[in-house]
Nanobody
Framework: QVQLVESGGGLVQAGGSLRLSCAVSRRTFNTITRAWFRQAPGKEREFVAALSWNSGNTYVADSVKGRFTISRDNAKATVYLQMNSLKPDDTAVYYC?????????????????WGQGTQVTVSS
């Protein structure tokens, strides 16, 4: 069983930065695409960014482009989400996800594995 463990959430003022981490317990073919989603209260889960492990290609949602960056540490099998210039609208629970797809998807149902989520709160 693959487990994803997120860390790095917290409370930050608008304009500040946070870095989220997502470690995987076992790297398999089912974790070749890694992604971050977020879900604010009363809203649907929203795609934030994805990384294809084999190619290293990254994809970022338009809503966070230029502020958020997804990256990886191969040795640690860990994916990071660097979040800069945070806004109150970025407040949400952030989830790490993994998929065996060779191509990224913005649809949550395409991802088989999920972390428990980490709260990010941005105060104005």
């Amino acid at each position: 069983q693959v487990q994803l463990v997120e860390s790095g959430g917290g409370l930050v003022q608008a304009g500040g930065s946070l870095r989220l981490s997502c470690a995987v317990s076992r790297r398999t073919f089912n974790t070749i695409t890694r992604a971050w989603f977020r879900q604010a209260p009363g809203k649907e889960r929203e795609f934030v960014a994805a990384l294809s492990w084999n190619s290293g290609n990254t994809y970022v949602a338009d809503s966070v482009k230029g502020r958020f960056t997804i990256s990886r540490d191969n040795a640690k099998a860990t994916v990071y989400l660097q979040m800069n210039s945070l806004k109150p609208d970025d407040t949400a629970v952030y989830y790490c996800a993994a998929s065996g797809r060779g191509d990224y998807s913005t649809a949550p149902y395409e991802y088989a594995y999920w972390g428990q989520g980490t709260q990010v709160t941005v105060s104005s």
